[in-house]
């Protein structure tokens, strides 16, 4: 086992360290069998740091009692290994030797694309700086949100095969798959029925794929709403609706085209005016494309909620239901590859020219067409329940460069903080303001009224 001795400022880190959703320590005196729910927690959450041999905060005197030798932690190690089902993988162990204390045993725990249960058969999550014991349906959610369990493989059982194998969409798509199967067969070759006791079922992939309206047949909301928003505030009002959310339905890959058109109308309407002056903004359609896929064919369709495409002012936001699963996180959307719906994105992308790339290439693509068009890559954010993908209109370039090249563009024309963050995509105000008072005091812009209130500044192009 890996030893790597520590100072007194990596001691004190760790009597600082905050017990909270990634991080917890626990006394050496811990019974095992109570350490592991901790451990399952981290490994069905988000993974975290677990430090064994570190008292908690509220305990008086010498907080770091750590192992006497390695063979001490022997049990703990062995439970946590060996007793956890199925076993955590890529789990990262360490002894951390101090100087006078003894060893602190440190497990790295990592996110896992599995749901973990103790040696007892309970499941735990982390919430907070707590574990939280789940059970049942609970459970089974956890599983889909990790894709363990794939949703689409669930059985509906008030459809019948044939209602299927019917269908004109299915024919459809077998005839440009250039499939001569029998609809029945071909359905069971493409793991599309599921068996619920001794019947075969379509599943949920196959009613998203072929059903002549999964919305209306699936119990889970699948649909895609899109607003336009005439704001650049995150907290928008329904006056600043353009109009009613336009809510998209059909099977999934006609989703994919019938949200990509309507969004591209917004866009293409989404100039706005500022002081009685049009300032037209431009997203790469390619990049925009690939978010909105990824969105309908990777969201978790077991959460009963559409998926929200937000066309701001200054910024495009897509929402959809579910955490990412498995192993993935934001920091390696980019490296990993995990697909939640692996039948869905396989019979997508087995169609000539399919709408889909390989799992993870269409972010590649989105981040290099917003490169080329001069914006920055989209942000990802994982909420509660969702992720969520914004498309700024914001210019690699810096705020200084934005200003003066809105002027040179537009020479007798005249820029505001309000205009300035719109054009940058840059949020905060008191960055923007500095950029412009660092352009002023160098002379590249002037303000057009020296008598003007702070507030209401308005520049132009200066004499410098």
């Known amino acids: 086992m890996q030893v790597n001795k520590i100072d007194n400022d990596d001691v004190k880190a760790l009597l600082n360290l905050s017990e909270d959703h990634f991080n917890d320590v626990k006394s050496k005196r811990i019974q095992p069998a109570k350490l592991q729910q901790t451990f399952v927690a981290f490994a069905n959450s988000d993974g975290g740091e677990l430090y064994v041999g570190v008292e908690d905060k509220k305990e008086t005197g010498e907080r770091i009692i750590g192992f006497e030798n390695q063979e001490e932690a022997n049990q703990i190690i062995s439970t946590l290994l060996e007793e956890t ?14 100087e006078k204390n003894g060893l602190i045993l440190h497990f790295g725990i990592p996110k896992s694309p599995k749901v973990h249960y103790t040696a007892s058969g309970d499941c735990y999550i982390r919430v907070n700086a707590e574990k939280r014991k789940i059970k049942g349906e609970r459970v089974t959610q956890l599983g889909y949100s990790k894709g363990a369990e794939p949703f689409e493989r669930k059985p509906i059982d008030d459809v019948d095969a044939e209602e299927i194998a019917e269908s004109t969409i299915l024919k459809d798509y077998m005839d440009r798959v250039c499939s001569k199967l029998e609809p029945v067969k071909f359905l069971k070759k493409q793991r599309l029925l599921s068996k619920k006791v001794s019947i075969m079922y379509p599943n949920v992939g196959c009613v998203l794929l072929f059903d002549e309206d999964p919305q209306a047949t699936l119990y889970t909301r699948c649909a895609v709403k899109v607003y336009r928003l005439r704001t650049t505030e995150r907290d928008y009002k329904r006056e600043q609706l353009e109009e ?220 410098g």
């Open 85 to 98: 089902n199925p076993a955590v993988e890529n789990l990262f162990i360490e002894f951390l030797e101090t």
């Open 244 to 463: 009613m959310p336009v809510t998209i339905n059909g099977t999934v890959e006609a989703v994919i085209y019938k949200t990509i058109e309507q969004v591209a109308s917004y866009i293409k309407g989404a100039p706005f005016n500022d002081g009685g002056k049009l300032v037209k903004l431009e997203y790469p359609s390619e990049a925009l494309k690939e978010i909105l896929v990824n969105a309908v064919i990777h969201r978790d369709y077991s959460l009963n909620d559409d998926i929200h495409v937000r066309i701001f002012d200054n910024r495009v936001e897509i929402e959809s239901p579910g955490r990412l699963p498995g192993y993935m996180n934001v920091e390696n959307l980019y490296d990993e590859r995990f697909s939640r719906n692996p039948n869905i994105v396989r019979m997508l992308h087995n169609l000539p020219d399919p709408v889909n790339h390989d799992i993870g290439e269409g972010l590649d693509t989105a981040k290099n067409e917003l490169k080329k068009a001069g914006l920055i890559a989209p942000a990802f954010e994982e909420k509660e329940n969702s992720f969520l993908v914004t498309i700024k209109h914001q210019k690699i370039a810096s705020i200084e460069d934005v200003v003066l090249n809105y002027l040179q563009e537009n020479p007798k024309s005249e820029i505001t903080n309000k205009l300035v963050r719109q054009l940058s995509g840059e949020d905060d105000m008191q960055k923007v303001k500095k950029a412009l008072q660092r352009l002023r005091s160098e002379g590249s812009i002037k303000l057009k009224d020296e008598e003007a209130k702070a507030f209401d500044y308005k520049y132009i192009k200066g004499d």
